[in-house]
């Protein structure tokens, strides 16, 4: 009876250790089993199978074409824009053919719009103009492509190239849709780029007249009046080229003097005539009546 006591207690603690061992090597045998070698790489490609099953499972396919539809319409919904963007852009190859195709393209492109992409959505609006010209859409479509463009235009010290192609492409759309509901703000759009290019000229006027370059500022004074007649920079553009020509005049040889005050004269006569309330009026004024004391004592050596 002691014996079998024993024997009962001795299994027991064999037991006891046995089930305390593996508690504390679970945690270790996978890892150690890693390093057996194949063991790691093994694991490695049942992993990449599983994901590269798990995103094929995800792929849009004609079969989960409804589903998938469904989900970037909820993404768009939700203002979750580059997500329904990046799903729609799947979509939109398979649904080719299909009434469902526009509507795709047009989501699609007003996704990156609203997602603040203006190249990309520039981009995808002007294809769906040159795809469906004859969808409802269509305006609509034109209009937020050149609002895009005009999104994309760089501030006035930089590249103006997206400028000059936004004023172009917004007559195009103010010609083919005349009566359009967006007249007004068509034309906000071309005063504001209109406006940047001319600010781009003027400074480029100012340095010309900064680094003594009397000549150059004068052609570009002469090429900013016809170009931007109605800016509202005309004053200051005027002003410039009063100074302009004060400074070539006083520091040209006596001989040529004259003919460069009466320059600077013209200029001020100018601001007087269109300009006689812009801020820039009292200081031309003072050049005119200075520059006139110069003449008078040209005139008196001459006689």
Known sequence: M????????IFILIASISGAFSAVMAPVLPAFEEQIPGKRDSLRISKRESRAQEKLSKKVTFETFEQNYEKAMKYYERHQYLSAASLFEELYPISLGTP?????????AHSYYLNKDYTMAA?????YVHRYPNSDRTPDAFFYCIKAIYESSADYYLDQSNTEYAIEQIKAYLQAYPDNTHIEECNRMLDELR???AR???????????TDHFEACQIAAKNFFVDYSYSPLMPEAVYYLVLNN????????????EERY????DACRKMEIEFPNSPY????????????????KIQHKTN
């Open 2 to 9: 002691v014996k079998n006591s024993i024997k009962i207690l």
């Open 100 to 108: 469902r195709a526009d509507t795709i393209l047009y989501l699609f």
């Open 123 to 127: 981009f995808h609006f002007r294809d």
């Open 195 to 197: 406006l940047k290019l």
């Open 200 to 210: 781009k000229d003027l400074e480029a006027m100012k340095l010309y007249y900064n």
């Open 246 to 257: 004060y400074e070539y005049a006083r520091k040209s040889v006596a001989r040529k003097q």
């Open 262 to 265: 009466k320059a600077c004269l």
């Open 281 to 296: 009026f009292r200081e031309t004024s003072k050049i005119a009546a200075e520059v006139t004391k110069q003449l008078e």
